[in-house]
Nanobody, 121 residues
Framework: QVQLVESGGGLVQPGGSLRLSCAASGGIFSIDTMGWYRQAPGKQRELVARISSGGTTNYADSVKGRFTISRVNAKNTVYLQMNSLQPEDTAVYYC???????????????WGQGTQVTVSS
């Protein structure tokens, strides 16, 4: 019954910015870790950034200094601010929620449907 809904993807020129949002719902008490993954054509899915409920963050080296992940625990929502976007950032971006506590118990991973980010002139 847990569902992740993403928004904010689209087409942007190199050097531009986008802000992705992901809201989880469905009787959630807490989420240990939320993050963003991406998959480009011909490549495997990779971690972009993740953040714990306590605010500890991890970033892929390729996005450090350009992307910022944040969350609002009370809303079960995670954000990804993407600045100085480059063509190599083009991919489908997926929201992830790990170690989710609901009224039914603990569960492993939930995934959003994915949102397309295209960086092109």
């Amino acid at each position: 019954q847990v569902q992740l809904v993403e928004s904010g993807g689209g087409l942007v020129q190199p050097g531009g910015s986008l802000r992705l949002s992901c809201a989880a719902s469905g009787g959630i008490f807490s989420i240990d870790t939320m993050g963003w993954y991406r998959q480009a054509p011909g490549k495997q899915r990779e971690l972009v950034a993740r953040i714990s409920s306590g605010g500890t963050t991890n970033y892929a080296d390729s996005v450090k200094g350009r992307f910022t992940i944040s969350r609002v625990n009370a809303k079960n929502t995670v954000y990804l601010q993407m600045n100085s976007l480059q063509p190599e950032d083009t991919a489908v971006y997926y929201c992830n929620a790990a170690r989710v506590r609901t009224l039914r118990g603990f569960f492993g991973d939930y995934w959003g449907q994915g949102t397309q980010v295209t960086v092109s002139s």
